[in-house]
Nanobody, 115 residues
Framework: VQLVESGGGLVQPGGSLRLSCAASGFTFSRYDMNWYRQAPGKERELVAYISSAGFTTNYADSVKGRFTISRDNAKNTVYLQMSSLKPEDTAVYYC?????????WGQGTQVTVSS
């Protein structure tokens, strides 16, 4: 089982990034997917959720209207489009797969928002 995030980096405030998470080793289309983030000295927080078929999404209040989660079950990939980025969005971003008691995590990708 692998979840591999990519797309992180350094971006100026107001900029955009798209994170990707490529899954392998399990039946991706059965799993709900989440993006979490963890800033230094803070607890990991849920940022966005998408259901297995992609029909339902939810977002943390702090990112509503700025972030969009999506998935391509044919490519076994989930995305997080991030726009209007703020310094407080700086964190390591993790993707997470959930199916009943099964939970898998990626290794994370760093997003830094700074001028």
């Amino acid at each position: 089982v692998q979840l591999v995030e990519s797309g992180g980096g350094l971006v100026q405030p107001g900029g955009s990034l798209r994170l990707s998470c490529a899954a392998s080793g399990f039946t991706f289309s059965r799993y709900d997917m989440n993006w979490y983030r963890q800033a230094p000295g803070k607890e990991r927080e849920l940022v966005a959720y998408i259901s297995s078929a992609g029909f339902t999404t939810n977002y943390a209040d702090s990112v509503k209207g700025r972030f969009t989660i999506s998935r391509d079950n044919a490519k076994n990939t989930v995305y997080l489009q991030m726009s209007s980025l703020k310094p407080e969005d700086t964190a390591v971003y993790y993707c997470n797969a959930v199916y009943f008691i099964d939970r898998y995590w990626g290794q994370g990708t760093q997003v830094t928002v700074s001028s």
